[in-house]
């Protein structure tokens, strides 16, 4: 398993650029990832927005409801920093979030799973968001799914 870092998470920001993005790429992906998660046999939640606006979701045997609040505060994270959510946690690792009432915990959650939709020439458009893994596990599911829907444009 990589060990996450700030530099490999930025690198992965600057590689994982999409080079348009449309309801029919939100499906695409989306679905590259539910099967990647089903060939490894993870119970996972995968889910694509822009906003609130919920372009693509896919529950597997072994979530629950819970994994639907999990996606919608790390997709929150992407939002607002437009960094994956994983980048953000470590950059924010020695910040005491709680002591200046900052990213209440009821609407961000700061661990992996969640990354930029961005698309070169226009920046973040969206997010793609795993739960169910460990924060390391939902990141790379989606970000090793991003990287495989890349390769399959070139074709």
């Not at 910040?95 to 020439?121: E, H, N």
Request: glycine share 10%; proline share 3%.
């Amino acid at each position: 398993m990589t060990e996450l870092s700030i530099p490999f998470l930025e690198q992965q920001e600057r590689e994982l650029v999409l080079p348009s993005f449309d309801l029919a790429a939100s499906w695409r992906l989306g679905s590259l990832i539910i099967e990647r998660a089903l060939a490894a046999g993870s119970g996972v939640a995968v889910d694509i927005r822009r906003g609130e606006h919920v372009l693509f979701r896919a529950m597997l045997p072994g979530t629950t409801v819970d994994q639907q609040d999990w996606i919608r505060k790390k997709a929150a994270v992407v939002h607002r920093f437009e960094a994956s959510s994983a980048l953000v946690a470590l950059r924010l690792a020695d910040v005491d979030m709680k002591g200046l009432g900052w990213l209440d915990a009821r609407d961000y959650a700061l661990t992996g799973g969640s990354f930029p939709i961005r698309v070169a020439g226009t920046g973040v458009v969206g997010a793609v968001t795993a739960s169910g893994l460990t924060s390391e596990e939902d990141h790379l599911l989606v970000t090793d799914g991003i990287r495989e829907y890349l390769a399959s444009l070139s074709h």
